[in-house]
């Protein structure tokens, strides 16, 4: 882990806030490459125009998250921390949810395809988020809870995980999401080769994305946790996941409808 790459005099660069942009701008270059491998050279000018709204209601989202779902207790006694979002602390389900908005208006105000553009922006986001989770990897947060075993992951002294769990092995739950976007990135890019119904590939995203959130987040160790044990990130997952499936059922009957009867 290492929290910062130099220093320019008293101005710290870090690991967690350059590797979040790179995640945002490698998400965005994967977008626009399937944008032009689709065809659908109509959309380039609109993912540009969206980007930095995008870019911006997803730090609002993510932070707003993490502030006042996952970590409020610390939050509501730092109150100067709210804002400081390069000491870490950007929830990725806020952050895809303060995106969605931004996306959602902007796709009515200028009455694009929403399903269309949720496909293509899909595969970028999952590539994004898999690099972030290496910003939370060097950055100490985002951690696992102690495995009570000779294996994990050891933290430096700076960090919040070693604050929390002092020299204890920790589950490498931000790892194994990390890994684990990637792989949903390849199977997307193999159902890419087929057609699907509009809006499969954003519903596969949502759904696998947060059925993997809610699994690792038995693991974690860095947010406090509510009825049944769950904590706010999997209260938040459980309930993508439904309507995600009530969606795609939807997508898929509607998709069968439309091919039985052409004219419709």
Not at 39 to 56: E, S, V
Not at 180 to 206: E, N, S, T
Request: hydrophobic share 50%.
């Amino acid at each position: 882990m290492h929290q910062y790459w130099f220093w320019i005099g008293n101005f710290p660069v870090r690991a967690y806030s350059t590797i979040f942009v790179l995640a945002f701008l490698l998400g965005l270059g994967v977008t626009l490459y399937f944008v032009r491998a689709d065809q659908k050279q109509d959309y380039i000018p609109h993912i540009w125009n969206l980007a930095p709204g995008l870019f911006i209601g997803g730090i609002i989202g993510a932070r707003f998250w993490q502030v006042f779902f996952f970590d409020w207790s610390y939050y509501s006694k730092n109150l100067s921390e709210i804002i400081a979002i390069w000491h870490g602390g950007l929830s990725i389900q806020g952050g895809i949810v303060g995106a969605f908005l931004v996306g959602t208006w902007y796709v009515w105000r200028h009455k694009l395809d929403f399903w269309d553009m949720a496909d293509l922006v899909a595969p970028g986001i999952l590539l994004g988020q898999s690099i972030g989770r290496d910003a939370n990897l060097l950055n100490g947060d985002a951690f696992g809870s102690p495995t009570h075993q000779g294996f994990g992951l050891l933290y430096p002294t700076s960090t919040l995980a070693y604050q929390t769990y002092g020299n204890q092995p920790l589950w490498p739950a931000e790892v194994w999401e990390g890994q684990a976007d990637v792989i949903l990135f390849a199977l997307m890019l193999v159902f890419k080769q087929r057609k699907w119904p509009k809006g499969f590939l954003f519903l596969f995203y949502l759904i696998g994305y947060n059925l993997i959130r809610f699994g690792l987040e038995w693991l974690r160790g860095d947010s406090p946790r509510f009825l049944f044990g769950w904590d706010a990130a999997q209260w938040t997952s459980m309930p993508i996941v439904v309507l995600g499936i009530i969606v795609g059922v939807m997508l898929f009957v509607h998709d069968r409808k439309k091919r039985g009867n052409p004219s419709a």
